[in-house]
């Protein structure tokens, strides 16, 4: 099987450090060649029709596009060349139709005409039906390496937010909520464009930057509890990260994605009702008793060994033009 990548153009891929998508369609390529495959990746931040028709996608047995905005010129493409094409959407609101622009809803509408869809959770895959989507949708999480993630037996701090500081993932929120609260709240990540009201008072809430991904990987696991209370995500890879790690979660429902939120080790946080510090305070004291469970939780259900084999499977599907529908399921 001949298989084409189309990412955004925005990062190297691997990427060096902070890259979510680029890592994701790295773990993509090495599956596939190790599963015998021939793999292409288009990495241009171009979505006219002729860097498109350059890279002669006809000749592929599949194209998987992972930047949702390029529908418009790829369907069209696909459907007149006659190449299968799955399409996959990484935007963190694409499952809350409510909060989409007038621009993201044109991207749906072009998304909508394709012939195939991957998905990172049931709530994208509904959302999708609802919006009049016909074809063919599976389901499938990111995944992790969890070998790569150290995980210590028990925390020498509190509770981290770990990602972009930006409105979406609500960090102002958090440390105006904290702000006469105990609770140790470190957070790390890039500086967003619109982290307006982002305020740490330097006592309890502290700013500390951005890690590498090595950090990520060593130092997560000094933390009892990982908190995300964005008010939009697909499926955030820090989650996958926190558990392989140790870390307990803290995370606003729309953060909870392809969870089996039965787990005692999972706080679901009304962001408008609960007291977010007693919350976290309460998770920070029962993680010890649950280090060993969550580490083994995410192996068991979100580690690339059991992604990616799918993830082939689903290409090699879409490939032969059987069009059975697979839904990975985490919480049986």
């Known amino acids: 099987m001949k298989v084409l990548l189309v990412a955004g153009g925005d990062l190297p891929i691997p990427p060096p450090a902070w890259g979510g998508i680029e890592n994701l ?3 993509q390529s090495v599956a596939l060649r190790e599963a015998g495959h021939t793999v292409h990746i288009l990495n241009k931040k171009r979505k006219r029709t002729f860097s498109a028709l350059k890279a002669m996608p006809w000749r592929y ?7 949702d905005a390029f529908s ?10 006659r190449f299968p ?4 959407t990484h935007y963190g609101y694409a499952a809350f139709p409510e909060r989409w622009s007038d621009y993201y809803r044109r991207i749906v509408g072009h998304m909508a005409q394709a012939d195939y869809m ?10 999708l039906l609802n919006q009049g989507f016909r074809g063919t949708i599976y389901v499938l999480p990111n995944g992790i390496d969890c070998d790569n993630v150290r995980c210590a037996p028990h925390a020498s701090k509190q509770a981290i937010v770990l990602g972009r500081v930006e409105a979406r993932k609500q960090q102002a929120l958090m440390t105006t909520a904290l702000n006469e609260h105990t609770v140790q709240v470190d957070f790390v990540g890039p500086m967003g ?10 006592r309890n809430t502290c700013y500390i930057g951005q890690w590498s991904r090595e950090q990520v990987h060593q130092d997560l696991t000094r ?8 008010d939009g995500e697909g499926h955030a890879g820090v989650v996958s990260e926190a558990m392989a790690a140790g870390l307990s979660l803290v995370l606003s429902p729309e953060a909870s994605h392809n969870l089996d939120l039965s787990r005692e080790w999972i706080h679901i946080v009304d962001r408008d009702k609960d007291n977010i510090g007693d919350v976290i305070a309460r998770a920070v004291q029962e993680n010890r008793q649950y280090r060993g469970d969550i580490r083994r939780y995410c192996v068991e259900n979100f580690d690339w060994k059991l992604i990616l084999p799918q993830y082939v499977g689903i290409l090699e599907q879409v490939a032969s033009g059987k069009n059975a529908s697979l839904t990975y399921d985490p919480c049986p």
Do not use: K
Not at 72 to 81: I, K
Not at 85 to 88: D, E, P, R, T
Not at 193 to 202: L, M, R, S, T, Y
């Open 118 to 127: 991957l998905v990172l959770s049931r709530e994208m895959r509904q959302t």
């Open 61 to 67: 047995d599949v194209v998987h596009l992972h930047l």
């Open 25 to 27: 369609i790295w773990q």
């Open 223 to 230: 933390y009892a509890c990982l908190v995300l209370l964005s």
């Open 85 to 88: 094409l799955v399409i996959s």
């Open 72 to 81: 418009e010129v790829w369907v069209p493409l696909a459907r007149r060349f």
């Open 193 to 202: 464009e619109d982290a307006e009201g982002f305020a740490p008072n330097g």
